[in-house]
């Protein structure tokens, strides 16, 4: 009997399930225009046809085609930043497709399309009113095309729905008839772009352009990439971070079936194999001596006392507002430490690349935040002019910041290079888990005295971090502040009469970076809690303690009554069960959160609703901002109830999903997700700003079933067991 090699990649085995469900009914309705043509199979293609500007691509048959700069990793940019496009364009959404813009191109062409990173919550915050004048540009030299067909003034004519219309002679013409005039048009002067109360499909809720295909799986992830004679590569890296290779011995593996090379990596050694499991399976059989250096003899528990010492040590003052020394003297005196570990990004997609290196050009085919910086590593990587280098981006399969550096991309093209054949070099997941750019370890110290009032006479709160600029490489943070380690603490909302805000740039040879929400993700947490503890020293309700303390903050008096209305504050809730409230500003928006749990008598914690209240001044999509809030949360669920990073003898601990515990189907709970937009010219970011207020009122509502106050995450190391309210 001869068995068949089984082909079952994703996306065949996405195709193979639906068809053999014979009729599968998906239970879900699509808001909006269901009809929407998917995202293109092969997004980095730069589409023949005409092209109305670098952002816009219209086909005979009126297919448009809308260009994104920045990289879809689940947080809806696909759909959100055509929309903004479209709105100006005044196209027929159904026939709206979206493809990824192209690096190269934006080398090319003297970076035409201005912002390719994608972070910060920054793709409609800070890309809006380019896209909208591109699109105002494009509908302007269509509506010019027209008018000079029919020899009337361009004011005579109206764009709307894919077509131009000439009301007086009852006469249109199609998009696509006038696409080829249109292009070759100039305009005497740019067309203002329109104001919110003018928007007819920005703020409606439309499904996302991206799903279908990756519903049924003809959407193409790095780790779908295959190329003709393509090779395989896997990674062994030095456990310790710094560490080298002392020596290794190739000939051990190269004998092995289909293994064709072993290659020196930043870092570590890259074996080749004509299959992954074969690279995979001779790198760890790959005998191999480290130099692990002295950061060996380190560990978690010596960290967390290294940073609980830092904060007796010299810092610099980020913030001074009154005699902070003087409050403290008197008042009703409440002090807390908060600490919180390193946490990895643990993307689903491990980090991927594939490459090749020929004839003086690289390709290279990957998911990254920054395709821009991609290309420029890939050309000085392979040693040629980045006029030289073609990035395909392909869609994520997670980032939360960790896809903004390339690390993979880099071992890649190194191993291509050496070989001459494509390669696909992929990380297991506990080269990813083990091999991260971490969220920095932190302690957080609050001292605040309360006046006989109730209000804050004085507040002083000092943070001990390590810096991500450092640790980038970026060099060192010369005033010894850096923004992200004291954000959401020096622009904390609260009145007080006194406040100071301590840094202290505390750093190990952990690497650390950009991890969702950022600084505000500790920082939230530390003081979210330590507000609440201070409401309870005061012996006031939580709630109306903020309220109190926001009484010059307007916008978050808003969120904040929404918040309480919409989560049933003061509503009586079971024994053993409790809720928490927490509110914060991060990249221009206000989340406020209110949690409710159920705690055993056991110490187990069942979140059992999650309430959020989101003013970001305005909304492309109120689907996406719903989507992105509930995937804020789960992210910050997992890692408050369970994610640290240990390290031992200098070397991560956790490799897997076994050992670092993501939030499952039955922990999320119900989320509901309410807006209350301020409008005028505030444009917030999404993508983080529902992360940092989940762990501070998720911690709020346990204190408020249990009594037990959580100062140190994760949650699951802390015993809650018999410590009903």
């Not at 700069?69 to 709105?87: D, H, Y």
């Not at 990824?100 to 970076?111: G, I, V, W």
């Not at 000079?148 to 009852?170: F, K, T």
């Not at 309220?547 to 918040?563: C, G, M, W, Y």
Request: hydrophobic residues 45%.
């Amino acid at each position: 009997m001869t068995v068949q090699p089984l082909d079952l990649s994703r996306r065949r085995f996405l195709a193979v399930s639906l068809s053999a469900a014979g009729g599968l009914a998906l239970g879900f309705s699509l808001p909006g225009p269901a009809d929407a043509i998917p995202a293109a199979p092969r997004p980095w293609e730069e589409s023949p046809g005409r092209e109305i500007n670098a952002w816009i691509l219209i086909e005979p048959d009126d297919t448009v085609v809308l260009r994104v700069a920045q990289s879809e990793m689940g947080e809806g940019i696909f759909t959100a930043l055509p929309m903004i496009l479209a709105e100006e364009l005044a196209c027929d959404w159904r026939k709206v497709k979206a493809e990824y813009a192209s690096a190269s191109r934006n080398l090319r062409d003297n970076n035409v399309y201005k912002r390719m990173g994608t972070g910060g919550s920054g793709a409609v915050r800070r890309s809006r009113e380019f896209l909208q004048q591109a699109g105002a540009s494009a509908r302007a030299r269509l509506v010019q095309a027209a008018a000079e067909r029919w020899g009337v003034a361009p004011e005579a004519c109206q764009a709307r729905d894919g077509q131009v219309l000439h009301a007086s002679s009852g006469r249109s013409l199609r998009y696509g008839e006038l696409a080829a005039d249109a292009a070759r048009l100039t305009l005497a002067k740019e067309p203002a772009i329109k104001t919110p109360d003018q928007y007819t499909l920005m703020g409606k809720p439309l499904a996302r352009l991206d799903t279908p295909a990756k519903l049924d799986g003809t959407a193409i992830f790095g780790i779908d990439i295959r190329l003709p004679g393509m090779l395989y590569a896997a990674v062994v890296t030095c456990p310790v971070f710094g560490g080298t290779v002392k020596s290794y011995d190739a000939k051990a593996v190269t004998s092995r079936r289909g293994v064709k090379a072993v290659v020196p990596v930043p870092g570590g050694l890259a074996v080749v194999a004509d299959r992954f499991w074969r690279a995979k399976e001779a790198a760890a059989a790959l005998p191999v001596t480290w130099d692990e250096g002295p950061a060996a003899a380190t560990d978690s528990k010596a960290f967390a006392a290294e940073y609980r010492a830092a904060l007796d040590g010299p810092a610099v003052t980020a913030r001074k507002d009154g005699d902070v020394a003087g409050g403290l003297a008197g008042g009703k005196r409440v002090e807390a430490l908060y600490e919180v570990p390193h946490l990895a990004h643990a993307p689903m997609e491990p980090l991927n690349c594939t490459a090749h290196v020929q004839d003086g050009k690289v390709e290279v085919w990957l998911g990254t935040q920054n395709p821009d910086a991609a290309l420029q590593l890939a050309a000085k990587t392979a040693g040629v002019p980045p006029e030289q280098v073609e990035v395909h981006n392909c869609f994520l399969g997670g980032g939360f910041g960790r896809r903004a550096v390339n690390d993979e991309l880099a071992q890649a093209v190194l191993v291509a290079k050496a070989v001459g054949q494509p390669v696909k070099l992929l990380w297991t997941r506990e080269e990813d888990m083990r091999h991260d750019r971490y969220r920095p370890q932190a302690a957080i110290r609050f001292q605040a005295a309360l006046a006989a009032d109730g209000s804050i006479a004085a507040l002083h709160a000092r943070t001990a971090v390590g810096s991500i600029q450092r640790s980038l490489g970026w060099g060192k943070v010369e005033s010894g502040v850096e923004p992200s380690a004291v954000e959401g603490l020096v622009n904390a909302p609260y009145r007080a009469a006194a406040v100071q805000v301590d840094c202290i740039l505390k750093n190990t040879h952990v690497p650390v970076m950009f991890w969702r929400s950022v600084g505000s993700s500790q920082n939230a947490f530390a003081m979210e809690s330590f507000i609440d503890e201070l409401a309870r020293a005061a012996g006031e309700d939580s709630y109306r303690f903020r309220r109190k303390l926001l009484a010059d903050r307007p916008d978050f008096i808003a969120v904040l009554d929404t918040l309480a209305e919409k989560g049933d504050w003061g509503k009586p809730m079971p024994a053993g069960s409790g809720r928490g409230i927490a509110i914060h500003e991060a990249f221009g928006t206000i989340v406020g959160e209110v949690v409710e749990v159920a705690v055993s008598d056991k110490g187990e914690v069942k979140v059992t609703r999650v309430v959020a209240a989101v003013d970001c001044g305005h909304v492309v999509n109120p689907l996406t901002v719903a989507m992105q809030i509930e995937s804020a949360v789960v992210y910050g669920l997992s890692a408050a109830l369970f994610g640290a990073i240990t390290i031992e003898k200098g070397a991560v601990v956790e490799g897997n999903f076994d050992a670092y515990p993501v939030a499952r189907l039955a922990d999320t709970p119900p989320i509901e997700t309410h807006l209350v937009l301020s409008g005028g010219t505030k444009w917030g970011g999404i993508g983080e700003p529902g992360t940092p207020p989940i762990a501070p009122a998720l911690c709020n509502a346990i204190f408020a079933a249990t009594g037990k106050r959580i100062r140190n995450l994760p949650i699951r190391d802390t015993d809650l067991a018999n410590g009903r309210t």
